[in-house]
């Protein structure tokens, strides 16, 4: 049973790029979120996506986008890459209505932007 | 709104010792508190929730946390510790929105285990 599956490891952008972040849930959910984990500091909620519709977002700016497909994988996009959007970005698989707030992690996509 | 305030950025104890990590909550409603272990390189896992049922809660790797409304804690447990329990620790209680909802997580705390 393939758990939540993230890509890229690692990437490196400069200033004013554009990234874009991929997640697989794991087998059975249908639900993802994205969080934003800063150097020394717990997960931030971005956004929350469930039947390809965003369902609830965190405090983020426009320039973070997402999109959910109808095999529930999803993508994260941020645009103007600044440098304090340097972090771990961890995407967490669920099951909507069914044992709230157990979240299944991917073991994250780091980003540094120079 | 909901939140939780972890005490201790960094938490050291020597192996089988007992390990305590504190986490206070603030919520205006019957709150869900759950404990995620964090090993390095590695995504959150689930250790233990709280959602309203039994106050003592036990969790995997031997862990377990205590439910105290009068306090506004949830602090984290294990009588003895093992090499292996060296992670981050982040507590985290959920905030409900119309159809869903989103984990607030703490800033978490290092646990370091001597040998």
């Known amino acids: 049973d393939a758990g939540v599956t993230q890509s890229p490891t690692h990437l490196i952008k400069t200033r004013g790029q554009q990234v874009t972040l991929r997640c697989s849930p794991k087998s059975g959910h249908d639900t993802v979120s994205w969080y934003q984990q800063a150097l020394g500091q717990g997960p931030q909620f971005i956004f929350q996506?469930?039947?390809?519709?965003?369902?609830q977002r965190g405090n983020f700016p426009d320039r973070f986008s997402g999109h959910q497909f109808p095999n529930y994988s999803s993508e994260l996009n941020v645009n103007a890459l600044l440098l304090g959007d340097s972090a771990l970005y961890l995407c967490a698989s669920s099951l909507p209505r069914r044992d709230a707030g157990e979240l299944f992690f991917g073991e994250g996509s780091r980003l540094t932007v120079l | 709104a909901q939140s939780v305030t972890q005490l201790g950025s960094h938490v050291s104890v020597s192996e089988g010792a007992l390990v305590l990590l504190r986490c206070n909550y603030s919520?205006?409603?019957?709150?869900?508190l759950f404990w995620y272990v964090q090993y390095p390189n590695q995504g959150l896992q689930l250790l233990l929730k709280y959602t309203s049922a039994a106050t003592l809660v036990k969790g995997i790797n031997g862990f377990e946390a205590e439910f105290k409304k009068s306090e506004t804690s949830f602090h984290l447990t294990k009588p003895s510790a093992h090499m292996s329990d060296a992670a981050e620790y982040f507590c985290?209680?959920?905030?409900?929105?119309?159809?869903?909802?989103?984990?607030?997580f703490g800033s978490g705390t290092r646990l370091l285990v001597r040998p």
């Open positions: 985290a209680v959920i905030l409900w929105g119309d159809s869903s909802y989103k984990l607030i």
């Open positions: 996506y469930y039947e390809e519709e965003e369902r």
């Open positions: 919520s205006s409603v019957p709150p869900y």
